[in-house]
């Protein structure tokens, strides 16, 4: 059974950073889409970055663009989401999600796939940004 493992979330201040990881056990992170998405209180979940294996295409939210970086490491099966200039609405809990690529349909580098094309979840990490 594929598992996803969310760390590194935490408190920060307006204007600081932090790393999530999402570690990836039971398959190897290429031929896989990985995708980040969060859920503010009272808010829908979104899609906020994605990428294809360790380093494939990758895609982002307009909300994080520019800010935040997602990357792959193979040798770790592990995706990393680096989150600079973090605001009070990053606030929430993140995600880790995967889709086999090798399905028809959705394709991180067209757009992040949507909640309900994604397979597997983490059970999230929280992230609180106060002003």
């Known amino acids: 059974q594929p598992r996803l493992e969310e760390s590194g979330g935490g408190s920060v201040q307006s204007g600081g950073s932090l790393r999530l990881s999402c570690t990836v056990r039971g398959f190897n992170l290429d031929g896989y889409i990985i995708g980040w998405f969060r859920q503010a209180p009272g808010k829908e979940r979104e899609g906020i970055s994605c990428i294809t294996g360790s380093a494939g295409s990758t895609n982002y939210a307009d909300s994080v663009k520019g800010r935040f970086t997602i990357s792959g490491d193979k040798s770790t099966n592990t995706v990393y989401l680096q989150m600079d200039n973090l605001e009070p609405d990053d606030t929430g809990v993140y995600y880790c999600?995967?889709?086999?690529?090798?399905?028809?349909?959705?394709?991180?580098?067209?757009?992040?796939?949507?909640?309900?094309?994604?397979?597997?979840w983490g059970r999230g990490a929280q992230v609180t940004v106060s002003p």
């Open positions: 999600t995967s889709r086999n690529a090798r399905r028809v349909g959705a394709r991180c580098g067209w757009k992040i796939p949507g909640r309900s094309e994604m397979d597997y």
